[in-house]
Every structure is written in C-alpha cells, then in structure tokens.
C-alpha cells in the first residue's frame, strides 16, 4: 500500500465516525430533553431530606434540610439528577447549586425514603 491510499482511508475514517457521533450526540441530547419533560417533579418543588444522625453521647438525632429544584440534568442511561439550591438559615433559599439525588426511571422517578416533597418549608 502507498501513502496516499493510506492517508484517504484514515481521513474518510476519521470523517465517517465524527458524523456517527455528531447524530448520536444529537439524537442524546433529544432523549435527554424528552427524558427531563416526563419527571413528574417540576422546578421550584421544593424537598425535605431528613438524616438520623447517631452519637454516642447525644443519642440519635435528626436533621433536616430543605431544598428547592433549580434543574435537572440527564443522561442517556436514563438516570436524572436533581439540581437545587439549600435554604439557608434566613429561610431563604441559596444560589449555590447542589447535586441533590438521584432519580431513574428504573423506579418510576420516585425520591428515596429520606426524600420529601413539601408544599412549603417551615
């Protein structure tokens, strides 16, 4: 073989996968939008996440915290994860974002048991 036979071949290689992947990207990111569009949570819910925190010499304790949705980021696995901001202690909420959970559609979207949707925080 010759070096220009060499060289056509590596740039319609080259050509041919970066087209493969511009249409999955494309067809990724329309799934993803459709994917965000079916969560039955909406922005500006907002979720109350308890923890039980152990301790030996206070006993058991438990803390809680309330988050609002901002966003939603997905993948094309199927799994979502929740964006939001932390109330703060002046009862409004914050502009740090923080990954919150996660949800799939393996369970429906549903929130895991230290996961509560709330109507408003107190």
């Known amino acids: 073989m010759d070096k220009e036979t060499i060289r ?4 319609d290689r080259n050509k041919l996968t970066k087209d493969f992947y511009d249409k999955l990207q494309a067809q990724d990111d329309k799934f993803c939008e459709e994917l965000v ?3 039955p949570i909406k922005i500006g819910t907002i979720i109350k996440r ?3 925190i152990n301790s030996q010499i206070y ?6 915290s309330f988050y609002k949705v901002i966003r939603f980021k997905a993948n094309p696995n199927g799994i979502v994860y929740i964006i939001a901001n932390k109330r703060k202690l002046d009862g409004n909420f914050g502009v740090r974002e923080v990954n919150l959970c996660l949800i799939s559609y393996h369970n429906d979207f549903k929130l895991e ?6 109507d408003e925080c107190m």
């Open 8 to 11: 056509k071949y590596i740039e």
């Open 37 to 39: 569009k079916s969560i």
């Open 50 to 52: 308890s923890t039980t």
């Open 59 to 64: 006993g058991s304790q438990t803390k809680t």
């Open 113 to 118: 048991d230290s996961y509560k949707i709330v």
